[in-house]
Structure formats: structure tokens, C-alpha cells
């Protein structure tokens, strides 16, 4: 009995069973290249390109966490600036010239508030729960008072870098440099009254007229002092450095406008009627933390007295805090824009990562997607032709010379 007939079916069935069952992993899948058997070249391509896709997606992961991190810095730059603001707004009115002692101590408990609130700001949290401006230390409370009340920052300057695309990074975390790096006076000097002035005289700074002098005198450590001695033919002053004159003049006699006197590169006005003997110190501007300053002008303002030598103390004290807020706004500025260029950087970075990644699947696509259109109408047509295979077998089978008889 020859059965090549049964042979050669059987070998037609398992071969169109193989069919249906890729045919049904297309379907399923959506790929026509699951192994590299059935197609190295376009399997290489279709790994390759989703291992890119893959850290494609992972970079803008990061980036969606990174601009969290940073947005929710810049909003506390940006409440910083209000409560700075503000303290600006009360020490302008206490220089105003009519507020009464009384009145100086309230505006003494508006800053003392507003000190509170930089406090909070300072010790912001991100939605992870880390503490935006601890640097490294994003675990521990930043801000911090010592034995004697004075903030302390127990974080640090360090700085993590995070992949945001192809051969680019961005900084991860913050630290608290805009709360202490702002410079004390005009930030090329700061003028302090010595305490025992009986004057009412003050120093206060006009504006820098030779850079190249102010800069070296700020970067410098030699504090420059300004004495005043009266005698029959009216007051005159004296500045030294390092033991030596390098000034004097007799104040003007005007009623008003002053004696102005370049000192450091700087121009001062000496204002008021500095008595014999008193004393100015005109120091080199160095950073101090915006606690300090605002615990400044808090003091000046609650222990503020009404004689005419305590008003110029007070007032000498607040004119120089008022130069030392301009600085930290402009500190502020500063972390802004540097802040707003790492979140413009983020998104270019997210933009061209997306763009790659769906140029990337396409590619996967071309190169291992099934045609689904095609692949369900092949399927249909291989179990239909394998049905009626299966049926006209079975016929045959059923023949028999029997049936002849």
C-alpha cells in the first residue's frame, strides 16, 4: 500500500500549523521578528533601537524629577524675594524720619516675623521629602539656631549631576548659597558707627567711581577709619589705612548736600554734625547670611531711641542693611536665572529626547512590526485552507472498495 499520499499530507499540515502559529504571534504581538532566526539584520536593529527608546524614556524620567526639584526651588527663590521685599518696604519707612520709637519697635516685630518666614522658606521641602536646599545633605534640617539663636546652615555646597539626554547632565539639587552669599553694605563696603558717638553724624556710600580701586579695597582686609575733631574753625576729618592718612578736609558748612569724599574707589557722604572724637569704620564687604541681616535690622529697630545720636546710630545701622537687601536681591536674580537656565536646558533636552525616541521606534517598527492588516487576513486564509484540508482528508480516508459493492 503506498502511503506517500498520507506522508506528504501529513508534512503539508505540520507546515501550515507552523504557519497559523507565527501568523497568531504576529497578531498577537505586533511583531513579525521575535527571533533572530527569523530575520539577524532586522532583529539587530529592532533590540538596538529599543534598548534607545528604553534610555530614551529613562532620561526624560529623570528630567520630569529634575524639573519638580528645580520648580519647587524657584518658587521659594521667589517667596524669599517677597519676604525681602518687605523688610525693604519697613526699613525705608523707619528711615523716613518721622516714626516714633514706639512705632520703630512694631515695625522691629514685622521683621522679627519675617524672619520666621525666611527661616521656613530656607527649610523648604521638595515632594520627595528631601529638603531643597541641604546640597548632598538633602536628609537634614539646613537652617539651624546655635546656643546663641543664630541660624547655622548644616548642609553643603556639594553638587549631583543627572543624565538628561545624549552626553548632557543637569545639577540635581540645591544648595543654600542664596541665603548667605550676599555681601554686608553696598558690596564693596559696609560703615559702622563706633557705638560711642555723640554726633549725628552718618557715612553712607553714593555709588563707585573707579572699579578698578573698589574692587581691590573690597578685595582686600584693610578696613579704612574715619575720625572727626572739632575745633574753633569748624569740624574736619581724617581717613587712615593701615596707620597711614590717606584723606582729610573740613566738612561743609551747608545745610545741605553734605561733604562728599572718595575713599576705596567709592564716594561717601558725610551728612548730619559728627561730634569731636566720633568715628566711622568703612570695612571691606564680606558675604553674611540673610538671617544675619534681618536679626540686624530687627535690633536696630526694637532697641531704636529718640536723642539725636541715637537716631544717626540707628539710622547708619539701617542705611547699611538697606544696601546689604539690594545685594541679596540681586543675589536672588542671580540663583533665578541660573535655576531658569538649567530648567530652559531640561526641557530643550526633553523636547529633543522625545523627537529621537519616536524617530528610534519607528525604525523598530519598519524593522520587526507586523502588518497587522496583512498578517490577519494571511492567518484567516491559512486556518481556512488548513480546515479544508483537514476535511478533504478526512474524506478520503473514508473511501473503501467496500462502499462499491
Not at 503506498?2 to 507565527?22: H, K, M, P, V
Not at 516675623?113 to 527661616?119: C, I
Given at each position: 500500500?503506498?502511503?506517500?499520499?498520507?506522508?506528504?499530507?501529513?508534512?503539508?499540515?505540520?507546515?501550515?500549523?507552523?504557519?497559523?502559529?507565527?501568523?497568531?504571534?504576529?497578531?498577537t504581538?505586533?511583531?513579525?521578528?521575535?527571533?533572530?532566526?527569523?530575520?539577524?539584520?532586522?532583529?539587530?536593529?529592532?533590540?538596538l533601537?529599543?534598548?534607545?527608546?528604553?534610555?530614551?524614556?529613562?532620561?526624560?524620567?529623570?528630567?520630569a524629577?529634575?524639573?519638580?526639584?528645580?520648580?519647587?526651588?524657584?518658587?521659594?527663590?521667589?517667596?524669599?524675594?517677597?519676604?525681602l521685599?518687605?523688610?525693604?518696604?519697613?526699613?525705608?519707612?523707619?528711615?523716613?524720619?518721622?516714626?516714633?520709637?514706639?512705632n520703630?519697635?512694631?515695625?522691629?516685630?514685622?521683621?522679627q516675623?519675617?524672619?520666621?518666614?525666611?527661616?521656613s522658606?530656607?527649610?523648604?521641602?521638595?515632594?520627595?521629602?528631601?529638603?531643597?536646599?541641604?546640597?548632598?545633605?538633602?536628609?537634614?534640617?539646613?537652617?539651624?539656631?546655635?546656643?546663641?539663636?543664630?541660624?547655622?546652615?548644616?548642609?553643603d555646597?556639594?553638587?549631583?549631576?543627572?543624565a538628561?539626554?545624549?552626553?548632557?547632565?543637569?545639577?540635581?539639587?540645591?544648595?543654600?548659597?542664596?541665603?548667605?552669599?550676599?555681601?554686608?553694605?553696598?558690596?564693596?563696603?559696609?560703615?559702622?558707627?563706633?557705638?560711642?558717638?555723640?554726633?549725628?553724624?552718618?557715612?553712607?556710600?553714593?555709588?563707585?567711581?573707579?572699579?578698578?580701586?573698589?574692587?581691590?579695597?573690597?578685595?582686600?582686609?584693610?578696613?579704612?577709619?574715619v575720625?572727626?575733631?572739632?575745633?574753633?574753625?569748624?569740624?574736619?576729618?581724617?581717613?587712615?589705612?593701615?596707620?597711614?592718612?590717606?584723606?582729610?578736609?573740613?566738612?561743609?558748612?551747608?545745610?545741605?548736600?553734605g561733604?562728599?569724599?572718595?575713599?576705596g574707589?567709592?564716594?561717601?557722604?558725610?551728612?548730619?554734625?559728627?561730634?569731636?572724637?566720633d568715628?566711622?569704620?568703612?570695612?571691606?564687604?564680606?558675604?553674611?547670611?540673610?538671617?544675619?541681616?534681618?536679626?540686624?535690622?530687627?535690633?536696630?529697630?526694637?532697641?531704636?531711641?529718640?536723642?539725636?545720636?541715637?537716631?544717626?546710630?540707628?539710622?547708619?545701622?539701617?542705611?547699611?542693611?538697606?544696601?546689604?537687601?539690594?545685594?541679596?536681591?540681586?543675589?536672588l536674580?542671580?540663583?533665578?536665572?541660573?535655576?531658569?537656565?538649567?530648567?530652559?536646558?531640561?526641557?530643550?533636552a526633553?523636547?529633543?529626547?522625545?523627537?529621537?525616541?519616536?524617530?528610534?521606534?519607528?525604525?523598530?517598527?519598519?524593522?520587526?512590526?507586523?502588518?497587522?492588516?496583512?498578517?490577519?487576513?494571511?492567518?484567516?486564509?491559512?486556518?481556512?485552507?488548513?480546515?479544508?484540508?483537514?476535511?478533504?482528508?478526512?474524506?478520503?480516508?473514508?473511501l473503501?472498495?467496500?462502499?462499491?459493492?
Open positions: 500500500m503506498d502511503l506517500s499520499f498520507f506522508s506528504s499530507f501529513g508534512t503539508s499540515l505540520a507546515a501550515q500549523e507552523a504557519q497559523i502559529n507565527t501568523l497568531q504571534q504576529q497578531v504581538t505586533g511583531l513579525s521578528v521575535q527571533t533572530p532566526d527569523q530575520n539577524p539584520a532586522a532583529y539587530e536593529t529592532g533590540v533601537g529599543t534598548d534607545q527608546v528604553n534610555q530614551l524614556n529613562n532620561d526624560n524620567t529623570t528630567q524629577a529634575i524639573q519638580v526639584q528645580l520648580g519647587s526651588v524657584s518658587n521659594s527663590y521667589t517667596s524669599m524675594s517677597g519676604v521685599d518687605n523688610v525693604q518696604g519697613i526699613v525705608q519707612q523707619a528711615l523716613n524720619g518721622t516714626t516714633s520709637a514706639q520703630m519697635q512694631a515695625l522691629g516685630t514685622q521683621v516675623s519675617a524672619y520666621q518666614q525666611l527661616v522658606i530656607g527649610n523648604a521641602t521638595a515632594p520627595n521629602g528631601t529638603y531643597l536646599f541641604g546640597g548632598s545633605r538633602g536628609g537634614l534640617t539646613p537652617f539651624q539656631p546655635d546656643a546663641n539663636g543664630n541660624i547655622v546652615y548644616f548642609g555646597g556639594a553638587s549631583s549631576q543627572a538628561i539626554g545624549q552626553n548632557m547632565t543637569a545639577s540635581t539639587i540645591a544648595n543654600g548659597d542664596a541665603f548667605l552669599s550676599g555681601l554686608s553694605g553696598d558690596g564693596v563696603s559696609n560703615v559702622t558707627a563706633t557705638s560711642t558717638n555723640t554726633g549725628s553724624g552718618q557715612i553712607l556710600q553714593q555709588g563707585v567711581v573707579n572699579a578698578a580701586a573698589a574692587n581691590t579695597f573690597q578685595q582686600g582686609n584693610a578696613a579704612i577709619a575720625s572727626f575733631a572739632n575745633s574753633g574753625n569748624g569740624t574736619t576729618y581724617t581717613a587712615t589705612q593701615n596707620g597711614s592718612a590717606i584723606a582729610s578736609g573740613a566738612l561743609s558748612t551747608s545745610s545741605t548736600g561733604t562728599t569724599v572718595q575713599l574707589g567709592v564716594d561717601y557722604q558725610i551728612s548730619g554734625s559728627p561730634a569731636n572724637g568715628s566711622f569704620t568703612i570695612s571691606p564687604s564680606r558675604p553674611q547670611s540673610a538671617f544675619a541681616l534681618l536679626k540686624t535690622v530687627y535690633n536696630a529697630l526694637s532697641s531704636a531711641a529718640t536723642t539725636p545720636a541715637q537716631v544717626a546710630q540707628t539710622n547708619q545701622v539701617l542705611n547699611q542693611s538697606l544696601a546689604g537687601l539690594a545685594q541679596y536681591q540681586q543675589t536674580v542671580n540663583a533665578q536665572a541660573q535655576n531658569g537656565v538649567t530648567l530652559q536646558a531640561i526641557s530643550a526633553a523636547a529633543g529626547n522625545s523627537s529621537q525616541a519616536t524617530e528610534a521606534q519607528t525604525n523598530v517598527d519598519n524593522a520587526t512590526a507586523a502588518n497587522m492588516p496583512m498578517a490577519i487576513s494571511n492567518l484567516d486564509q491559512t486556518v481556512t485552507a488548513l480546515q479544508a484540508a483537514m476535511k478533504t482528508f478526512g474524506t478520503v480516508q473514508n473503501s472498495l467496500f462502499n462499491y459493492v
